[in-house]
DNA sequence: GCTTGTTTTATTGTATACATTGCGCCATCA
DNA sequence: TGATGGCGCAATGTATACAATAAAACAAGC
């Protein structure tokens, strides 16, 4: 095998092409969990194929993953756009997330070890440092990824995967209903989760969960932004 | 505006393209969850565009909202084939679908009304025929169905799409790993389980679901079947 | 001046063409 | 006769070109 003269004009030419596309999903990805960008915000196709390089096909195959998992919304004929949470998603989403976030406290007690522990206290740790300084995307994303980690400590990779998901609908739901400065998560509600772990006390971090998300809802301020026209519409609806 | 002369060519051109795409997409996931395409079947973007009368753009578009449902594998440059299932991807489908399905069934019996307690007692009932019958495809079909309408009558859209989502999975783990003949689904259970609903009883019903889907899940033959050269493998692995 | 109809433009939907790559067939050699 | 290496084919990955459509700008009439 000759390697001195093999590869030298495209490095990225090879299979790097499936990484690159992760690459820009988690871009687009994160950018909307940082809400970086807003729920509303149109992303069209032409613009995001020209900032990452690759062609709209590209674009598009990302653009319909994210539409799957409900972080944008697919209008057609009008393009994608970041999803802008109704009331009752946001319900759906909480009470899903009490569910089965709160259902899989005993499994992740149960595997708990040092390693976890001392991985998630540095989590929260850099998500009250973020927070102190003011880096409001960073605090977001932490804190989701705190709760995502928390559940891929269960083991359970199918449950895990949906809490990654409602985890990132959640940042659209602070985004949109959450009052502006005042983090869901409580700074010291995730060192306190951890400590309950810690020492296999599983139904008492159930609980302590319950009630850490039932705060975070709580917070929000579910106001639906009425119609700008809406007499019309009344009056017909009517 | 001349209407005489306009469209005659194509009735079909405007927007019943994405409902054809709909359609396609429930065609090919029907069949994957009637069991009717088995695990392991190779999925041809041409073979597909061909039988449908579209391009393979719109193929890939739907067997790439297949892929992340789990229902089919998108290996690089080998192309789509329908999941075979892992042991330790069912272990976790059926333990998501017991801390699930199990946790909403208290919310659904208190939702639960005549006309949907008629519709449920209906989708038993024809689930039974086509079980006596012999029509294997359409009873697994049900059977999943009446999981997922159960889970849709909780009022929580998010949660019933994942379970409907776990319930096509559980398709394929069946498929996998089931006895030949014998459905995952006891004959009576799902008619059981609506006499506790109905009654407004809804731990009772909790508590059956959850016996149902251990019975399901028990009567299952987890094994593995090993690779047929692992022997290389297995040298270069260790 | 505001509303309505028309044209223009910008953006998405679809298909097809080309490049790349994995796989099977076949010849050759031990 | 069996294994190995090369070769051709078939299938996917990607980009681009073309068509369809909705939004917006603009003009005309009431």
Redesign the pocket.
């Known amino acids: 095998m000759s390697d001195a003269q093999a590869v030298v004009k495209r490095p990225a030419?090879?299979?790097e092409?499936?990484e690159r596309?992760e690459a820009i999903y988690r871009a687009v990805s994160d950018a909307i969990v940082e809400q970086r960008l807003k729920p509303g915000a149109r992303l069209?196709?032409?613009a995001l194929a020209e900032v990452f390089g690759?062609?709209?096909?590209?674009i598009?195959k990302i653009l319909q993953r994210l539409a799957l998992e409900q972080l944008v919304t697919?209008t057609?004929?009008?393009?994608?756009s970041v999803t802008r949470p109704t009331a009752d998603e946001a319900k759906d989403v909480f009470d899903a997330r009490q569910l089965i976030e709160c259902g899989l406290m005993p499994d992740v007690a149960r595997r708990m070890g040092e390693k976890e522990a001392a991985e998630l206290r540095d989590m929260a740790k850099r998500e009250r440092q973020a927070l102190r300084s003011g880096q409001q995307s960073v605090a977001i994303r932490l804190s989701a990824d705190f709760h995502v980690r928390l559940a891929q400590l269960s083991g359970n990779a199918a449950l895990a995967a949906f809490v990654e998901q409602l985890c990132s609908r959640s940042s659209l739901i602070l985004a949109v209903y959450g009052h502006p400065g005042h983090l869901g998560c409580e700074s010291h509600d995730h060192d306190d989760l951890i400590g309950y772990l810690e020492t296999g006390n599983g139904e008492r971090a159930k609980a302590f969960m319950n009630r850490h998300l039932k705060a975070i809802e709580a917070s929000l301020s579910m106001v639906e932004e009425e119609e700008n026209v809406p007499d019309l519409q009344q009056i017909f609806g009517g």
């Not at 057609?76 to 994608?80: H, K, N, S, V």
């Open positions: 030419s090879k299979a092409g499936d596309h069209r196709e032409d690759i062609s709209r096909t590209g598009r697919l057609p004929r009008r393009g994608a």
